[in-house]
Structures are given as structure tokens and as C-alpha cells.
């Protein structure tokens, strides 16, 4: 059974920093089975936005609203993906989910997190004042 569970959100003043964490079971994080994972997030009143995607390669993506703000990195050993938010603004308050799939579309955000691809964690909340 897969199964991702997201940590680490929380409540802090714009310019602060926080570090998700995304620790998933259930499969191997590799091409050979399931080798990107994401991170979306949903504000109030917004879709659902793909922040940050990282491939079992390394490779990452990011959003433009995220770009030089954001870092996502792995631990292969620890089977957990991270997402360190530096620094943080009032607009990236909302709900944060890690997601695993054979790959993202960057392209388009979607209604509403958790969508009905893939697998998903349950969410984590951030909040960010200002």
C-alpha cells in the first residue's frame, strides 16, 4: 500500500522559513516505478497549484511564484522528500500535499488538491502572516 505523509507546516511571519517533509512507503522512488514527486498547494479561494516537483534523478521543477525561494531535495535513505520555504510570503499560505506519480504536468494547475491522480498525503497546513 502507498502511503505519503507530509510534516512540518505551521505558522510564521512573512520572511520566516519552514522545511516540509514528505516521508512515503509503498513503493520504490525510481523510473522503474514511480519516479517524480510533487508538492501542490491550495489557498484559499485558489486551485490547486504544483509548487515543486523532484525526480528520483535529482532533476527538480518550480513555479515561477517559487523560483529562487524554494528548494526541493531528497533522502533516498530515509525515503522522505523535502521542500524548504526561504522566505516565506503571506501568498503562500494554504494547504500543502505531496504527491507521487510517473510524472506532473507542469503546464496546468488543477480544482482542487487532492486531485485523482497519482497518490497524495494528506496535507499540511502553512500560514504565513504578514
Known amino acids: 500500500e502507498v502511503r505519503l505523509a507530509e510534516s512540518g507546516g505551521g505558522s510564521v511571519q512573512a520572511g520566516g522559513s519552514l522545511r516540509l517533509s514528505c516521508t512515503f512507503s509503498g513503493f520504490i522512488f525510481d523510473p522503474s516505478d514511480i519516479g517524480d514527486m510533487g508538492w501542490y498547494r491550495q489557498g484559499p479561494g485558489n486551485e490547486c497549484e504544483l509548487v515543486s516537483t523532484i525526480g528520483s534523478d535529482g532533476s527538480t521543477y518550480y513555479a515561477d511564484s517559487v523560483k529562487g525561494r524554494f528548494t526541493a531535495s531528497q533522502d533516498n535513505a530515509e525515503n522522505t522528500v523535502y521542500l524548504l520555504m526561504n522566505p516565506l510570503k503571506p501568498e503562500d499560505t494554504g494547504v500543502y500535499y505531496c504527491?507521487?506519480?510517473?510524472?506532473?504536468?507542469?503546464?496546468?494547475?488543477?480544482?482542487?488538491?487532492?486531485?485523482?491522480?497519482?497518490?497524495w498525503g494528506q496535507g499540511t497546513q502553512v500560514t504565513v502572516s504578514s
Open positions: 504527491a507521487a506519480d510517473r510524472g506532473f504536468d507542469t503546464d496546468y494547475d488543477i480544482a482542487e488538491c487532492p486531485a485523482n491522480f497519482g497518490y
